[in-house]
């Protein structure tokens, strides 16, 4: 994994436009339109969700590779 | 947590505003752009808003915070930064409380070139009273009081600014987060009265009516229609159609500021000349 989520729930709207904006459908909304990390092995840690997110409700950290292993 | 996190009052989030609405980004702008400057800290830097949903934001910011009357938010910094001419005053604004009820003062701010950053939210629609048409909505889009597309042409609140004196004028969006960082840092940087438009997406009251999709799709739009200033001059005329607007740096000048006038006036009359 390249990138660490924290996600503050109780933040989220579920407006989706962490979901829209993620280059590589990392991201999906719940059942209850909150955010969940659905496809994290394909996250290229670029942090356009944090970027964006109006709520701040999630927040991407890049892990370092030495760290990863 | 994130360091510029400590400037937000903690325990008023999550803000009231819609999902998926811009204002929590340019919000965050503004405290990032502050974090970067070192002479603005939280004891130096006071907050002015008017009233809209844009003006809720001095309430989750935690410095020294004052929401004021609609449209009046430029006469209250001014007074801030006259009776105290060392604090760093920043005015947070909609375009229905700035360029509406609040019209004349702010081109009378700009006149006097008083040393304030006033950062104007423009969702195109006033929204916290259910969509009825700013003077920023655009030509022909829907708005409650306008149900078959507004009749009235919009003001370009940055060509206004110039116009009327401001020493620095640019404008960003919601979906520039990185362009909107800068301005606002360089806005704060600047010793008179900056001007920032901020384009934001108001899915609920403007995006709904005119079917513009979902917060996502307005985000979009701004990255689709948004022409960085140095690529719009050299656009020829017959492309500048459509909802394409520029974007960036319009204007900056050297002035006095008005304090620094003021201050003359002050020693005169302590009778410093003689």
Redesign the interface.
Known sequence: MKSEFTLKL??C?????C???CPKQVLALDTLGKVYVANHENCIACGQCE???????I?MDKVKKEAAK | M?SY?NF?RQNR???L?????????VM?AIVQAIEKNPDFNQDNTVIVSGIGCSSRASGYMDFDTLHTAHGRAIPFATGVKLANPALNVIVITGDGDCTAIGGNHFIHGCRRNVDLTVVLFNNNIYGMTGGQASPMTPLGKKATTAPYGSVDRPFDACKLAEAAGATYVARST??H??HLIKTIEDGLNNRGFSFIEALVQC?TAYGRRNKMG????M??WMRDNAVMKNSWDKLPDDKKIGDKFPIGLFFKAESESYDESYKKVQEIAGGAAK
Do not use: T
Request: glycine share 12%; net charge positive.
């Open positions: 109780d933040r709207k579920g407006c989706g436009i979901v829209s904006f970027l964006r997110c109006p709520d701040y409700a927040f | 994130r996190e937000f989030l999550p803000h505003w819609c999902p998926g609405c811009g204002n929590g980004i965050k919601a979906f987060v990185q899915p979902d917060p996502a799709k985000m979009a």
